[in-house]
């Protein structure tokens, strides 16, 4: 079955950095596109960006282009969300999440709070 697993997630300081990963199993990975979505505390889930197979091209929210960068290793079943300069209001839970056939597949999320 399609499995999702976030990982990478923490406590950091405005303006620093993380580096999130997802490890997909059960699906032909490098035929499909992947997202990284997230959600703040009281607040309904946003999308982040998506990255495209085979070509690698991407795509990102307003709110994160310039600071964050997707992408992905189909040899390891791996896709990446690095996250620079990272202010306050990027705290949230973040999700990856594929499209199979028509069905959402999301993993568990991984926690990022940005705070001094």
């Known amino acids: 079955q399609v499995q999702l697993v976030e990982s990478g997630g923490g406590l950091v300081q405005p303006g620093g950095s993380l580096r999130l990963s997802c490890a997909a199993s059960?699906?032909?990975?490098?035929?499909?596109?992947m997202d990284w979505y997230r959600q703040a505390s009281g607040k309904e889930r946003e999308w982040v960006a998506t990255?495209?197979?085979?070509?690698?091209?991407?795509w990102y929210a307003s709110s994160v282009k310039g600071r964050f960068t997707i992408s992905r290793d189909n040899a390891k079943n791996m896709v990446f969300l690095e996250m620079n300069s990272l202010k306050a209001e990027d705290t949230a839970t973040y999700f990856c999440?594929?499209?199979?056939?028509?069905?959402?597949?999301w993993g568990q999320g991984t926690q990022v709070t940005v705070s001094s």
């Open positions: 999440k594929t499209n199979v056939i028509g069905r959402d597949y």
């Open positions: 059960g699906f032909a990975f490098s035929v499909y596109s």
């Open positions: 990255i495209a197979s085979p070509s690698g091209t991407s």
